[in-house]
């Protein structure tokens, strides 16, 4: 059964940080592309950042310098760094994976395995 379990959400101070995990089970997550999304209240889900299966990094202009994707395949796990934080980025974010063996990534391919998501809240 193909899972990706999201976890790391929560309320923090902006300027603080967090640390999101993706989870991934029931395929080979070597051979896949993750991309971390989010969608805030009343707002279309937007790309955040995406890594390929040869660790290439795109990231969206309003993370770039903040937030750092990274893939450990022995684990099975997928992280994104998310430092100086801002109200803007509160949101729940979402790891999708896609089959790809492209040396690089794009948000807007069609993701076919998604997590349910976890929130992330900056305010004071």
């Known amino acids: 059964q193909v899972q990706l379990v999201e976890s790391g959400g929560g309320l923090v101070q902006p300027g603080g940080s967090l640390r999101l995990s993706c989870a991934a089970s029931?395929?080979?997550?070597?051979?896949?592309?993750i991309g971390w999304f989010r969608q805030a209240p009343g707002k279309q889900r937007e790309g955040v950042s995406c890594i390929s299966t040869r660790d290439n990094t795109y990231y969206g202009d309003f993370v770039k310098g903040r937030f750092t994707i990274s893939r450990d395949n022995a684990q099975k796990m997928v992280y994104l760094q998310m430092n100086s934080l801002k109200t803007e980025d509160t949101a729940v974010y979402y790891c999708?994976?896609?089959?790809?063996?492209?040396?690089?990534?794009?948000?807007?391919?069609?993701?076919?395995?998604w997590g349910h998501g976890t929130q992330v809240t900056v305010s004071l």
């Open positions: 999708a994976a896609v089959l790809s063996g492209s040396d690089h990534c794009i948000l807007a391919w069609h993701y076919n395995y």
């Open positions: 029931g395929f080979p997550l070597e051979g896949y592309a």
